[in-house]
């Protein structure tokens, strides 16, 4: 009897495991949708400025003018320091997304470590910033609560430190990397080169008839500084954006997997109580039966 309460109790306990891991699914559902939503209608505007971007990029490639002043088109060889932003959840329960991250941020660590490369590393996400403090790989900064509510102010105040130090000479590139949304299935992983532009990687091509540089500016510094910074924030906000959908997605389908799993160990502690159940009952027929015997 006693092996049979605890098989009881085991059940109980999957079962309520599961019905917590079905309600999780089910609310990173509701919340994917919202997150999805504003993922989609962000990358139309990131994507826009990126553009603008690439077109600068293009015509800078095209009449080797080296960047027009401007450091974020310059080519920078050596590299004596750069920022590396990364993003992670602050909660977990969703598989290896977090992970995934930190693996490609430890990647870039190494590979500029053995360049003799200075990295400041700066946290968004509390699963990312305790994985590196439990490493004691020092963070230049931190901020929580940011991944998971993505808010374009406070994005761009953080982000802010990144651009005025780089545009200052203090450091001399900027990678964000964070694990994205693809569909409800697939998150991808990316790795950002944000600043320098890599102007080498643009295709030179004449200006097209509908170009997107169609505003001839007063003060062509003014207004090409004002782009670039507008393109660092987009991409991080873009990237807090793109993240929490991502996460929601992650979670999603490991919920599901977590309720699928304790379905099938319901059904196997149950087949596993009803022969224990069998077996007590069998045991004890075959005592009365010889007590019977015992007494003829």
């Given at each position: 009897?006693?092996?049979?309460?605890?098989?009881?109790?085991?059940?109980?306990?999957?079962?309520?495991?599961?019905?917590?891991?079905r309600a999780m699914k089910l609310v990173s559902t509701a919340k994917l949708r919202r997150?999805?939503?504003?993922?989609?209608?962000?990358?139309?505007?990131?994507?826009?400025?990126?553009?603008?971007?690439?077109?600068?990029?293009?015509?800078?490639?095209?009449?080797?003018?080296?960047?027009?002043?401007?450091?974020?088109?310059?080519?920078?060889?050596?590299?004596?320091?750069?920022?590396?932003v990364f993003v992670t959840a602050d909660k977990g329960l969703c598989g290896g997304f977090?992970?995934?991250?930190?693996?490609?941020?430890?990647?870039?660590?190494?590979?500029?470590?053995?360049?003799?490369?200075?990295?400041?590393?700066?946290?968004?996400?509390?699963?990312?910033?305790?994985?590196?403090?439990?490493?004691?790989?020092?963070?230049?900064?931190?901020?929580?609560?940011?991944?998971?509510?993505?808010?374009?102010?406070?994005?761009?105040?953080?982000?802010?430190?990144?651009?005025?130090?780089?545009?200052?000479?203090?450091?001399?590139?900027?990678?964000?990397?964070?694990?994205?949304?693809?569909?409800?299935?697939?998150?991808?992983?990316?790795?950002?080169?944000?600043?320098?532009?890599?102007?080498?990687?643009?295709?030179?091509?004449?200006?097209?008839?509908?170009?997107?540089?169609?505003?001839?500016?007063?003060?062509?510094?003014?207004?090409?500084?004002?782009?670039?910074?507008?393109?660092?924030?987009?991409?991080?906000?873009?990237?807090?954006?793109?993240?929490?959908?991502?996460?929601?997605?992650?979670?999603?389908q490991a919920m599901d997997a977590a309720t699928n799993n304790a379905k099938e160990m319901?059904?196997?502690?149950?087949?596993?109580?009803?022969?224990?159940?069998?077996?007590?009952?069998?045991?004890?027929?075959?005592?009365?039966?010889?007590?019977?015997?015992?007494?003829?």
């Amino acid at each position: 009897m006693a092996n049979l309460k605890n098989i009881q109790r085991q059940i109980k306990s999957v079962s309520n495991t599961q019905k917590t891991t079905r309600a999780m699914k089910l609310v990173s559902t509701a919340k994917l949708r919202r997150a999805e939503e504003l993922a989609k209608r962000s990358r139309l505007f990131s994507n826009k400025i990126n553009q603008v971007i690439a077109e600068i990029a293009g015509r800078i490639k095209c009449h080797n003018v080296n960047g027009i002043g401007n450091r974020s088109f310059n080519k920078i060889e050596n590299p004596k320091k750069i920022d590396i932003v990364f993003v992670t959840a602050d909660k977990g329960l969703c598989g290896g997304f977090n992970i995934q991250t930190i693996k490609a941020v430890n990647k870039l660590l190494t590979e500029y470590q053995e360049k003799q490369v200075k990295i400041r590393l700066r946290g968004v996400g509390k699963k990312g910033i305790e994985y590196f403090k439990f490493k004691n790989i020092e963070l230049f900064d931190e901020v929580k609560d940011l991944s998971s509510k993505p808010d374009l102010e406070r994005s761009n105040k953080y982000i802010a430190t990144s651009i005025r130090d780089f545009n200052d000479g203090i450091t001399d590139g900027l990678y964000i990397v964070y694990n994205g949304y693809m569909n409800v299935i697939t998150q991808e992983l990316h790795v950002n080169k944000i600043l320098p532009l890599d102007v080498d990687s643009f295709q030179c091509k004449e200006p097209a008839k509908e170009s997107l540089l169609e505003v001839e500016a007063y003060n062509q510094e003014v207004m090409l500084n004002s782009l670039v910074n507008k393109y660092v924030e987009q991409n991080m906000y873009y990237a807090l954006i793109d993240s929490v959908a991502a996460e929601h997605s992650a979670r999603m389908q490991a919920m599901d997997a977590a309720t699928n799993n304790a379905k099938e160990m319901v059904k196997t502690l149950n087949v596993k109580y009803n022969k224990a159940r069998q077996a007590a009952i069998t045991t004890e027929l075959i005592e009365i039966i010889s007590g019977v015997e015992s007494m003829k």
